[in-house]
Each structure stands twice: as structure tokens, then as C-alpha cells.
T-cell receptor, first 109, second 114 residues
């Protein structure tokens, strides 16, 4: 299973943009990049995914490097409700998600 | 649409007992995956079912088993419980097995083994 590397923790101020990085140097050509987040005392929640091109949805944007060896999840205006653990996952086959340690994001008012 | 539901939400068992956890996926979803979450190991994949067949299995002992019914509902069973089985067990459903499909997680079942 391909691995991802994320910082253990990050801090942000409320209403400011947040850029969460993820390195995945061993990504294969068919791996999708998925991002999930887990709020305290809840199950993980899907955020966004992409293959090669940058992606936007109502929650966030995903910027994928041209060589696909890294990606960045962008929260355009962080709110207190965005405080969570963010997981960057490479999905290579079937339905299984291989979670790493993720990045714990704290948001200061 | 109703989300993924898991029952029970909390469970206390003693060592040596067995336990069955239930998961009802989102209507129309045919894939169900199970995960175990502990403070030490994080989120770990247990197994995945699609159309009543196990498609993927994680690195867990045979005491952990599961099944899926024709209505896509799934159960997982843990026999001969050990203290280390105390964890949050999460179920996720997906429309299919494609890599682009997102998974929708339930709230989990918190199992405590005494």
C-alpha cells in the first residue's frame, strides 16, 4: 500500500486560509488521492478526492502537484468547526482506505 | 437519505465473550467496509464486503469475521474477546468499489472489554 506523509499538527486562525500538505512520493499512476477528516467523537468524513487535476468542492480545494508526488488540501476560510484530524489517503484498489496518522488541525478564534 | 447507522453505539463485554456489531449502509450502497480505531494504532482496515462477498481483508486474526446480507446490511463478529479489542469500530458504505468512490462513515460502536 502506498504511503503518505503529513505533518502531525498545524494551527490556523479563524477565517484565514489553511494549506494542509501531503507527500506521496510512491504514488502509482492509478492511485486516487482522497482526503477525509475526523471531528472529535465522530466517524471520518469525506472531504475531497482527485486523480491528476486540481479539484474544488463546497468544502475545500485539492491542489495536486504536476508529478503527483504531493498534494495540498486548501480550506479557504477556516472556522472553529474545521478543527479535526485530516487524513490524506492513496486509494489503490477496492474499497479499503489505509489511514496514516493524519494532521491534527487546531483553529484559534 | 439516511446515513450509515451502527448498532449498538456502546457495548461492554468481558474477556472471552463474543460480540456482534451491526451496520446498515446508505440506501443503494452495496459496499460496506469495517475499521477499528484505537489510540495506539489509529484507524485500521478490517474487511470489506460487496454483494455479500468479502473483497478485501486487513491484517487481523481470524477471531474477527464479518458477513453481508442480501440487503447490503453487514455484521462483524469478534470471538474470544481480548482486552486489546477495546476500540471504536467504524462501518463505512460506498456505492461501489471504484477508487473514486467516497466512503460514508457511521458514528461507530464503542466496545469496551473488561
Amino acid at each position: 500500500d502506498a504511503k503518505t506523509t503529513q505533518p502531525n499538527s498545524m494551527e490556523s486562525n479563524e477565517e484565514e486560509p489553511v494549506h494542509l500538505p501531503c507527500n506521496h512520493s510512491t504514488i502509482s499512476g492509478t492511485d486516487y488521492i482522497h482526503w477525509y477528516r475526523q471531528l472529535p467523537s465522530q466517524g471520518p468524513e469525506y472531504v475531497i478526492h482527485g486523480l491528476t487535476s486540481n479539484v474544488n468542492n463546497r468544502m475545500a480545494s485539492l491542489a495536486i502537484a504536476e508529478d503527483r508526488k504531493s498534494s495540498t488540501l486548501i480550506l479557504h476560510r477556516a472556522t472553529l468547526r474545521d478543527a479535526a484530524v485530516y487524513y490524506c489517503i492513496l486509494r489503490d484498489q477496492g474499497g479499503k482506505l489505509i489511514f496514516g496518522q493524519g494532521t491534527e488541525l487546531s483553529v484559534k478564534p | 437519505k439516511a446515513g450509515v447507522t451502527q448498532t449498538p453505539r456502546y457495548l461492554i463485554k468481558t474477556r472471552g465473550q463474543q460480540v456482534t456489531l451491526s451496520c446498515s449502509p446508505i440506501s443503494g450502497h452495496r459496499s460496506v467496509s469495517w475499521y477499528q480505531q484505537t489510540p495506539g494504532q489509529g484507524l485500521q482496515f478490517l474487511f470489506e464486503y460487496f454483494s455479500e462477498t468479502q473483497r478485501n481483508k486487513g491484517n487481523f486474526p481470524g477471531r474477527f469475521s464479518g458477513r453481508q446480507f442480501s440487503n447490503s446490511r453487514s455484521e462483524m463478529n469478534v470471538s474470544t474477546l481480548e482486552l486489546g479489542d477495546s476500540a471504536l469500530y467504524l462501518c463505512a458504505s460506498s456505492a461501489g468499489l471504484e477508487r473514486r468512490n467516497e466512503q460514508f462513515f457511521g458514528p461507530g460502536t464503542r466496545l469496551t472489554v473488561l
